[in-house]
């Protein structure tokens, strides 16, 4: 038998990836990138997402607590809370750079977007 890919409550990482992003006003932002899941734990703790640029040339990375997404069926995509610029101005990162995953950058990401951090 060949494994789900997604079911009604559930979706597989590499499903989630190249999803859309919108705002609440229905404008898509980026798409999901790729996903963050504590190793510990098991939760899902970020989700990635890439906007700006053109044809993946000038892209940024932008860090979002997995609090912060909605899924909405209508749209076939996450929903957040926020618009461009609140995303342009949190935490993010470029094609070449690597952040430092350590609880002083998570704890950046947490504050700006003002969430709960999901180790607690």
Known sequence: MVATDETHNLIAGDKVSGTNVYNTTGDKIGS???VMIDKRSGKVAYA???????????????????????????????????????LEGGPHYGTRDTPQWDRDYETRVHDYYKTPYYWS
Request: aromatic share 16%.
């Open 48 to 86: 990635v997402m890439s906007f700006g640029g053109f044809l993946g040339m000038g892209e940024d990375y932008h860090p979002l607590p997995w609090s912060t997404l909605n899924y909405d069926t209508g749209m076939g995509g996450y929903v957040v809370p926020m618009s461009r610029e609140q």
């Open 32 to 34: 999901i990138y790729d």
